[in-house]
C-alpha cells in the first residue's frame, strides 16, 4: 500500500514541525534572554530612542531565531536552502517589530473589544504581555515556519 504523503509532502512537513519548534526555542531565547533590559524598557516609546530600542531588539531577535533554527536543521540532518531561512527571517523579523511595537496590539484590543484586557495589570502579569506573547506564538512563529517550508522545496 503506498503512502497517502508524497515524499515532498513529508519532508516538507518535517521542516515545517522542526522550523517550528526551533522558531519556539529561539523566541524564548530572545525575548527573555538575549533582549535588553534598556531596549524592553524603551521599544514602544515612539521617540528615537524608542525606535533605536525596537530596531536592536528585532535585530538581535531576528539573529536569534536564525541561529537556533540553523542548529535544529543541522541536527535533524535536514537541508533547508539558505534562501528559505532567509525569507523565514526577514518575515519573522519584521513580524516580531510590528507586534513589539505596541500599537497593531493595541488597534487589535480596541476593534475586538479587549482594550480592558489589554490594559489589565495585576501581579506582575498583565494583559498587555499576555497579548504580545500570543501574537508572537500564534501569528509570527507559524507564520515563519510555514514560509520555511514553503521555501524549503
Not at 497593531?104 to 494583559?127: E, P, S
Request: one cysteine or more; a positive charge; glycine letters at 8%.
Amino acid at each position: 500500500m503506498q503512502h497517502p504523503l508524497s515524499t515532498s509532502s513529508l519532508r516538507r512537513a518535517v521542516v515545517l514541525a522542526v522550523a517550528w519548534v526551533a522558531g519556539q526555542a529561539g523566541h524564548e531565547t530572545a525575548d527573555y534572554l538575549v533582549q535588553r533590559d534598556c531596549d524592553a524598557r524603551a521599544k514602544q516609546q515612539h521617540t528615537p530612542e524608542g525606535r533605536r530600542a525596537l530596531a536592536n531588539h528585532a535585530l538581535s531577535y531576528g539573529l536569534t531565531q536564525a541561529a537556533t533554527r540553523a542548529l535544529a536543521y543541522r541536527v535533524a540532518g535536514l537541508r533547508v536552502p539558505v534562501r528559505a531561512q532567509l525569507a523565514a527571517a526577514v518575515v519573522e523579523t519584521a513580524a516580531h517589530a510590528v507586534i513589539d511595537d505596541g500599537r497593531a496590539l493595541a488597534a487589535f484590543a480596541d476593534t475586538t473589544g479587549k482594550r480592558g484586557f489589554h490594559a489589565l495589570a495585576a501581579h506582575g502579569v498583565n494583559g498587555r504581555a499576555l497579548m504580545d506573547q500570543a501574537a508572537h506564538k500564534g501569528v509570527q512563529i507559524p507564520l515563519g515556519a510555514a514560509v520555511t517550508a514553503a521555501l524549503a522545496d
